[in-house]
Structures are given as C-alpha cells and as structure tokens.
C-alpha cells in the first residue's frame, strides 16, 4: 500500500516520538537551515538533489519525510524522488513554518 504524497506536521511529530523508522529530509538552503532547524532532520538542499542522490541510496526502501519552509519544494523533492524509485517519500505539508506553530514554538519563523 503506497504512502499519501503528504503528510500533516502532527503525523510527523507523532512519528519521531515513537521512534517509528523514517528519514527525515530537510530540503532548504543552508542559509534557511542555519536560521531554523528541525531535530533530527538531514539538510540536502534540493538545489544538490541531482548530484547528491546516491546519498539517499540507503533509504530507498523506507519512508522519507521531506520538509521545506512552507511544502512546495518539499513536494516537488518527493514527488522527483518517487519518480525515481523512492516510493514512500512524502512532503510535510506546511513546512518548518507550520511544525514552529504548532509542534515546537522555539523554532524561529522566518
């Protein structure tokens, strides 16, 4: 059974406090990501996607949560990565921008 395309900021935080299994993918620019980050989230920007893909060899058979500033790079990083080959990726809808409103307040908004 295939995995929504996204998933919703309280899915994901429910997720990492039960420790289930995912790669969380933090898409933005290193700029962005030194003003705000989630824990546990990997920085590859989606400008080095192409070049970099091989990085996410290893989790090609698991579920891959990319978030972004507000969802759409986040979407267009899962949907490129479902297209090659990475089927449970999925995009944080809202981004880091909604996980600061309603997960954890001490992430700045930017």
């Known amino acids: 059974m295939s995995l ?3 998933i919703d900021v309280a899915s994901v935080s429910s997720m990492q406090e039960n420790r289930e299994p995912f790669f ?5 620019e290193p700029d ?3 003003t705000a980050a989630i ?3 990997t920085l590859l920007p ?3 996607l192409r070049e970099r893909l091989e990085e996410l060899e ?3 058979d ?3 949560v990319v978030h972004c500033h507000h969802g759409g790079r986040s979407l267009q990083v899962a949907q490129f990565l479902r297209r090659n080959g990475f089927e449970q990726a999925q995009s944080m809808a809202g981004g880091i921008d909604q996980w600061s409103q309603q997960i954890d307040p001490s992430i700045p908004r930017y």
Not at 24 to 28: A, I, S, V, Y
């Open 24 to 28: 969380f993918l933090d898409c933005r």
């Open 58 to 60: 290893p989790h090609r």
């Open 62 to 64: 698991r579920r891959i």
């Open 32 to 34: 962005e990501y030194e």
């Open 39 to 41: 824990p546990g989230a």
């Open 4 to 6: 929504p395309t996204e």
């Open 46 to 48: 989606m400008s080095e």
